[in-house]
């Protein structure tokens, strides 16, 4: 089956600190990728996605790579703000006339001033 | 262009009533898909429509049901509530085949 791996949190950093958050998958077929990220009290945002090997996807600064080799695909940033402190979800999607997302267990990041 | 909203954004109820949650989504899409976040289970996956008609299922019992109308927007029902159905339905929204879903605010519903 499709499955998704994070790194459990909580993740504590200093502002301006540089940003992992670990993913792994595993899919029967070739997977789209993304990151969201839920706000307290709010719905989930998408991040970033890659849609095929080595893609790159990025916004506001965060990266993640898509890496079939090592069915990863990392989540990272080089100075993280007060503000990007959230939960943040790994996630897959299979093609196949479906659009079920399979999530990992989110990871939440606390950035301190 | 409007998001994805659901109503109510809140409720209380007790074990063994039903409860009926709506979602609206972006003009133009025509996918409506419903999820579960608990703190034990995480994200977990209920049901998909796509013009009127169920896609896809998740592994929840039959409790839970939906359906979706012709404008595409869409209800779902659970049935006899238990106190484990206490979580946030999450609502989301694509364009056909496009896997970029939007997702709404959510209804946190407690059972009592």
């Known amino acids: 089956g499709n499955s998704v791996t994070q790194m459990e949190g909580p993740v504590t950093l200093s502002e301006e600190a540089f940003l992992t958050i670990n993913c792994t998958y595993t899919?029967?077929?070739?997977?789209?990728l993304f990151w969201y990220v839920q706000y307290p009290g709010e719905g989930l945002q998408l991040l970033l996605k890659?849609?095929?090997?080595?893609d790159k996807g990025s916004n506001k600064g965060f990266e993640a790579t898509y890496r079939k080799e090592t069915t990863s695909f990392h989540l990272e940033k080089g100075s993280v703000q007060v503000s990007d402190s959230a939960v943040y979800f790994c996630a897959l999607s299979v093609a196949g006339g479906s659009e079920k997302l399979v999530f990992g267990k989110g990871t939440k990041l606390t950035v301190n001033p | 262009k409007a998001g994805v909203t659901q109503t109510p954004r809140y409720l209380i109820k007790t074990r063994g009533q039903q409860v009926t949650l709506s979602c609206s989504p972006i003009s133009g899409h025509r996918s409506v898909s419903w999820y579960q976040q608990t703190p034990g289970q995480g994200l977990q996956f209920l049901f998909e429509?796509?013009?009127?008609?169920?896609?896809n299922k998740g592994n929840f019992p039959g409790r839970f049901s939906g359906r979706q109308f012709s404008n595409s927007r869409s209800e779902m029902n659970v049935s006899t509530l238990e106190l484990g159905d206490s979580a946030l339905y999450l609502c989301a929204s694509s364009r056909t085949g496009g896997h970029e879903q939007f997702f709404g605010p959510g209804t946190r519903l407690t059972v009592l």
């Open positions: 899919a029967t077929g070739y997977p789209s």
């Open positions: 429509y796509f013009s009127e008609t169920q896609r």
């Open positions: 890659a849609t095929k090997a080595d």
